[in-house]
Nanobody, 124 residues
Framework: QVQLEESGGGLVQAGGSLRLACAPSGRTDSSYTMGWFRHALGKEREFVTAISRSSADIVYADSVQGRFTISRDNAKNTVYLQMNNLKPEDTAVYYC?????????????????WGQGTQVTVSS
């Protein structure tokens, strides 16, 4: 079973930056489509961004486009989320997720594996 773990969350002032990382534990024989979702209190889990295994395809939610950048290092089996110009509305638990396919990547139902989440809090 693939176990994902996020890191890099924390408390930051509005306008600041954070970089999240997500990596699977254990062995893996191939890379996955990787996505980031976030879940704010009182809201449903929402799509943030996704990246294909080759990094050729990347998509962002409108709310983060231009501020967030997803990237991956397949040699390290790690995906990153660089978050710049953070806003209070970015406050949420951020989850990474893995999918075998590049398909309906904006949907949480597309993903096979999920991490436990890391808290990002942006103060105003």
């Amino acid at each position: 079973q693939v176990q994902l773990e996020e890191s890099g969350g924390g408390l930051v002032q509005a306008g600041g930056s954070l970089r999240l990382a997500c990596a699977p534990s254990g062995r893996t024989d191939s890379s996955y489509t990787m996505g980031w979702f976030r879940h704010a209190l009182g809201k449903e889990r929402e799509f943030v961004t996704a990246i294909s295994r080759s990094s050729a395809d990347i998509v962002y939610a409108d709310s983060v486009q231009g501020r967030f950048t997803i990237s991956r290092d397949n040699a390290k089996n790690t995906v990153y989320l660089q978050m710049n110009n953070l806003k209070p509305e970015d406050t949420a638990v951020y989850y990474c997720a893995a999918s075998i396919f590049w398909r309906n990547v904006r949907s949480r139902w597309e993903y096979n594996y999920w991490g436990q989440g890391t808290q990002v809090t942006v103060s105003s």
